[in-house]
């Protein structure tokens, strides 16, 4: 257990509805990373989040949102799917960057 | 990961040493991390140098940085079947705020 939770583990979904992804971070690191995994793009930077407000932003659609919560969860909401949004997210935190990020085990998202 | 670029895949035999190359274009890189991706879970952390260092050795892994050329490698003495896994490098500087993966090398361990 690497302290990084996300739910849920799958999804499957039908185009055009929206979801919702949920992680917690490791206790006491405020800064959360969303990054999507598929087999053509590999690992793609989404978004992060430090300590309630966003930070950075890598390719994220405009289909796409998050948020961090003042408990320091995070949400990301993929709306208006599509076919090729299917895909592993997985959400990472960190304390400092020297240390490296700590990756939860992802959600499998499945779009039909 | 369009500026890390790695080899696709790598098959050893059991007992041997593995090295795993990535190139980076970033010169401003900070860290340069080595991430482990088992089938149907998330990234593990393996190490990381910083960029002031030529090597970095834990155990059975050994990371060598040649900034110059502008590589990484990650060294794995002694190479077990429980190895298998998609290795990825990573680099990290400050004015993106976040990792640039590799595309993953997938390491096969023949027994």
């Known amino acids: 257990d690497s302290g990084v939770t996300q739910t849920p583990k799958h999804l499957i979904t039908a185009t055009g509805q929206r979801v919702t992804l949920r992680c917690s971070p490791r206790?006491?690191?405020?800064?959360v990373y969303w990054y999507q995994q598929s087999l053509d793009q590999g690992l793609q930077f989404l978004i992060q989040?430090?300590?309630?407000?966003?930070?950075a932003k890598g390719n994220i659609l405009e289909r796409f949102s998050a948020q961090q919560f003042p408990d320091l969860h995070s949400e990301l909401n993929l709306s208006s799917l599509e076919l090729g949004d299917s895909a592993l997210y997985f959400c990472?935190?960190?304390?400092?960057?020297?240390?490296?990020?700590?990756f939860g085990s992802g959600t499998r998202l499945t779009v039909v | 990961g369009e500026d890390v670029e790695q080899s696709l895949f790598l098959s050893v035999r059991e007992g041997d040493s593995s090295v795993i190359n990535c190139t980076y274009t970033?010169?401003?890189?900070?860290?340069l991390y080595w991430y482990k991706q088992e089938p149907g879970a998330g990234l593990q952390l393996l190490t990381y140098?910083?960029?002031?260092?030529d090597m970095k050795q834990d155990q059975r892994l050994t990371v060598l940085l040649n900034k110059k050329d502008k590589h990484l490698s990650l060294r794995i003495a002694d190479t077990q079947t429980g190895d298998s896994a998609i290795y990825f490098c990573?680099?990290?500087?400050?004015?993106?705020?976040?990792?640039?993966f590799g595309s993953g090398t997938r390491l096969q361990v023949q027994p």
């Open positions: 990573a680099e990290f500087y400050t004015g993106r705020r976040a990792l640039t």
């Open positions: 206790s006491g690191d405020l800064s």
């Open positions: 990472a935190s960190s304390s400092g960057a020297g240390e490296g990020y700590t």
């Open positions: 989040y430090y300590n309630g407000e966003e930070r």
């Open positions: 970033d010169s401003s890189s900070t860290y």
């Open positions: 140098i910083f960029s002031n260092m």
